[in-house]
């Protein structure tokens, strides 16, 4: 088996969140992300419950950059304008109740990891609504309590647009997980962010005096 290391969670001021050490690969089609994916979910971890034979045993980030690139005319000269951006795309882990899991040993302390982190979430995202209803900007938002919720840091909170989408099971028996998730997705439609471009400000000049003569 493939042997894991940790990997420490860094923040650059200019470029946000990011995980030190991480690997990267280029990808120019939509065939290369998904052999990217493909390769990351044969090496995540997942074991078998007494609810799921096929249970995710931590949560999936697959972050994609993508960097736009525009010639313009600048007088007898061309340059170069830059547009960036990143998608996280998320696959979290569900939480469990160990009476429906029967999950011992290492399943159950993974599952006590899973609950912990989507426990810390939930409070960010409280403190996100709250802030957004309240329009509290100095509202402390508890980003480092988790790997996870720092690593979203600027998915939830940040210049960007967040979209949830809540799996749920039509079971009776699983009542009481499909209504927390519930709950918890709609407090997410209450964060509020207001998404810009990102765009060299000196390029952005070049840009707008080209524009005007």
């Known amino acids: ?53 096929h249970s995710s045993r931590s949560h999936a980030i697959l972050t994609i950059y993508f960097v736009q690139v525009d010639t313009v005319s600048a007088g007898k000269s061309k340059k170069a304008t830059k547009r960036s951006s990143k998608i996280n795309l998320i696959d979290l882990a569900g939480s469990e109740r160990q009476s429906k899991t029967n999950a011992e040993g290492s399943r159950l302390k993974e599952g ?28 402390f938002i508890p980003y480092r309590n988790s790997t996870l919720t720092w690593i979203l840091k600027d998915s939830l909170g940040g210049n960007a647009r967040t979209t949830m989408l809540a799996a749920l099971s039509p079971s009776s028996r699983n009542y009481e997980e499909t209504l927390s998730t519930l709950r918890y997705a709609n407090r997410a439609k209450s964060i509020v962010n207001k998404a810009t471009i990102n765009e060299d400000e000196d390029q ?10």
């Open 1 to 53: 088996a493939q042997k894991k290391t940790s990997l420490r969670v860094r923040e650059n001021p200019k470029t946000g969140v990011y995980v030190d050490g991480l690997t990267t690969a280029p990808a120019g089609t939509l065939d290369d992300v998904l052999h990217i994916l493909r390769d990351g979910n044969r090496i995540r971890t997942v074991g078998a419950t007494a609810m799921n034979q």
């Open 112 to 139: 006590a990891n899973i609950n912990k982190s989507l426990s810390e979430l939930g409070n960010v995202i409280h403190a996100l609504a709250e802030r957004g209803e309240k329009d509290k900007g100095g509202t």
């Open 204 to 213: 952005k000049i070049v840009k707008v005096c080209h524009l005007q003569c």
